[in-house]
């Protein structure tokens, strides 16, 4: 069965450092999404990006993160200067237009981000 | 600011019971509803999905959707030890792209 697949698995960093989170969607997804979960409390949007583009973004997301598909596979989240408040697990997930057969959107297996 | 509600638990019920897990929305507009479930520690996996008002059935589990009072529920029949995680709702943002919303997921237990 077709997953969607992410490394690190876990990242840990100094405060003020980059780091780039990597996904691989399914592949005949077109909708690829970020989403982040602050430990016990909810998942929350950070970014959608469909057609090489930023389609949608959160309050979360600002200037210091930025998404890129480098390749046909690849689906990366880049946090420019890391605070001790992104530590959190994020989750990258894929999936079809809403309101069709592929309006499911699958769940990678998340990386833990520690900031210290 | 759209917004879905659950009870955060915990709710124990006994192996075998029907779970009852209850979830509002703010958007009255929304079109795309699901369940996720999230054992700790873990990423949210899809349980259920419903788009039309009723009922949907899928095993064990049961989703039900009421878009004039903006609820949605799931049910889970015969409930194992192995159901016992946090179940997540949520809901398709507008557009195309939409994001999902999520809730902040109701603790389930279910007690040998």
């Known amino acids: 069965e077709p997953e969607v697949t992410q490394t690190p698995s876990h990242q840990v960093t100094q405060m003020g450092q980059e780091v780039i989170l990597r996904c691989v969607p399914i592949?005949?997804?077109?909708?690829f999404y970020w989403y982040r979960q602050i430990l016990g409390q909810k998942v929350e949007f950070l970014v959608s990006?469909?057609?090489?583009?930023?389609?949608?973004k959160s309050e979360i997301f600002d200037d210091q993160f930025s998404v890129e598909r480098p390749d046909g596979s690849n689906f990366t989240l880049k946090i420019r200067s890391t605070k001790l408040e992104d530590s959190a697990m994020y989750f990258c997930?894929?999936?079809?237009?809403?309101?069709?057969?592929?309006?499911?959107?699958?769940f990678g297996a998340g990386t833990r981000l520690s900031v210290l | 600011q759209k917004e879905v509600e659950q009870n955060s638990g915990p709710l124990s019920v006994p192996e075998g019971a029907i779970a009852s897990l209850n979830c509002t929305y703010s958007?009255?507009?929304?079109?795309?509803f699901f369940w996720y479930r999230q054992y700790s520690g873990k990423s949210p996996e899809l349980i259920m999905f419903?788009?039309?008002?009723g009922d949907k059935e899928d095993g064990r589990f049961t989703a039900q959707l009421n878009k004039a009072s903006q609820y949605v529920s799931l049910l889970i029949r015969d409930s194992q030890p192995s159901d016992s995680a946090t179940y997540l709702c949520?809901?398709?943002?507008?557009?195309?792209?939409?994001?999902?919303?999520f809730g902040k997921g109701t603790k389930l237990s279910v007690k040998p």
């Open positions: 997930a894929s999936g079809g237009p809403a309101g069709t057969p592929r309006d499911i959107q699958y």
């Open positions: 592949s005949n997804h077109l909708y």
């Open positions: 990006f469909y057609n090489n583009e930023i389609s949608e």
């Open positions: 419903i788009y039309s008002n």
């Open positions: 949520a809901v398709r943002a507008g557009g195309s792209q939409g994001n999902l919303i």
């Open positions: 958007d009255r507009g929304s079109q795309s």
